[in-house]
């Protein structure tokens, strides 16, 4: 359902950070003319074929890392993620990825868990994320993924809190 809400509406040329098995293919609106994905796992992207087959749009998928994005400047209408930037290495160059390939105006899409403001909680997330990073795939359990948003100079339209503040819908749009 989460997923389904930050997918909402997303329209046009449409870049899906770490698409891994292709799980939100199908949650994508009417209205998407073209979907690439990108993974550094070609494992996952091989399991996402067949979600991509059904696609009622064309898809392309791309074993590439967010920090390099091989397209040309402005070349999407949106940008969409879902749990993907507690595993990127460095966000900031992914940010800045993001805020070149969109086109002016185009949309952030992002369905993320954060580090929660509230304390013990936030404490916890800190003290557990150098033994987490390790078992979960590099998993980050205390990234402020939405300050990253901000300071990469993305205009933040709305946020959506679940759970107390672990999950955030990020809603943004690079300025034109």
Known sequence: RLRREVLRDVRGRVLELGLGTG???PLYPEGVDFLTGIDPDETMLEEAQERARKAGFPVRLLPVPAEELPFEDASFDAVTGTLVFCTIPDVARALGEVR???GPGGELRL???VRMDREPFATVQETVTPVWKHLAG?????RDTLSAVREAGFEVEHVQRRLDGLLLGIFAHKPR
């Not at 590099?138 to 205390?142: R, V």
């Open 100 to 102: 070149r390939v969109l």
């Open 138 to 142: 590099g998993c980050h359990l205390d």
């Open 23 to 25: 799980r939100n293919i």
């Open 111 to 113: 369905l993320e868990h």
